[in-house]
């Protein structure tokens, strides 16, 4: 079983930037790819980024070249840097773990407001 806390969530406005944080309960970067993905209110949950046991990241268009995904593997931690946000962006975000099995966080609020 596998544990994910994310955190770095709240409300910013239009061109701000946030930092999302996604703490692993193990060391498990090796050998899963680690993903966030985002679900706005009435929208699926969609990709936003992911980055696969090599270090290798994809992007949705909708963030690619604003959002950087990127990996601490001493702190078990992965990282989500979102800059120039958009009122668009506005979703609750969530760290996935895949291999066999998925895992999820419980989710982090993102608001991008004036």
């Known amino acids: 079983q596998v544990q994910l806390v994310e955190s770095g969530g709240g409300l910013v406005q239009p061109g701000g930037s946030l930092r999302l944080s996604c703490a692993a309960s193990?060391?498990?970067?090796?050998?899963?790819?680690m993903g966030w993905y985002r679900q706005a209110p009435g929208k699926q949950r969609e990709l936003v980024a992911r980055?696969?046991?090599?270090?290798?990241?994809i992007y949705a268009d909708s963030v690619a070249g604003r959002f950087t995904i990127s990996r601490d593997i001493a702190k078990n931690t992965v990282y989500l840097q979102m800059n120039s946000l958009k009122p668009e962006d506005t979703a609750v975000y969530y760290c996935?773990?895949?291999?066999?099995?998925?895992?999820w966080g419980q989710g982090t609020q993102v608001t991008v407001s004036s």
């Open positions: 980055i696969v046991s090599d270090g290798g990241a």
């Open positions: 996935n773990a895949a291999r066999a099995l998925n895992f």
């Open positions: 193990a060391s498990i970067f090796s050998i899963y790819t």
